[in-house]
């Protein structure tokens, strides 16, 4: 005698579907029907991994890692964004470097002698 069946009714975002066919699934029953057997396996082996520690830890060790990854990148962004501000002074720098040069320019072209308007030659 066959397993008795219940039918469900499922939603799922066109994306996750998108993925199972990319997987090879072609009936989304199928896809669904392995990843419960997979949950139930999941659940029913023993929580006790080989190195002895349980699910809990390894969640925990991966929440561990994840934060270690997350914390590594914030670090080279924050070293970046150091690196922009010195870039930008740099740049600030050399702007006024600029702007004085000229102003320096204007007073010496100012105090020298200027023909008079109406001379032309």
Do not use: C, H
Not at 26 to 50: K, V, Y
């Amino acid at each position: 005698m066959p397993d008795e069946k219940i039918k469900t009714s499922v939603r799922l975002s066109v994306s996750t579907i998108e993925a199972v066919r990319q997987l090879g699934y072609t009936s989304t029953t199928e896809a669904i029907n392995d990843g419960l057997a997979l949950l139930i396996s999941r659940a029913t082996s023993t929580t006790i991994e080989d190195k002895g520690s349980t699910k809990e830890d390894s969640s925990l060790e991966n929440e561990n890692t994840l934060l270690r990854e997350y914390n590594e990148t914030l670090k080279k962004e924050l070293e970046k964004a150091g690196q922009d501000k010195e870039d930008l002074k740099k740049t600030f720098d050399n702007y006024m470097i600029q702007v004085q040069t000229l102003i320096n320019q204007k007073a010496i072209e100012a105090s020298g002698a200027k023909k008079a308007w109406w001379r032309i030659w």
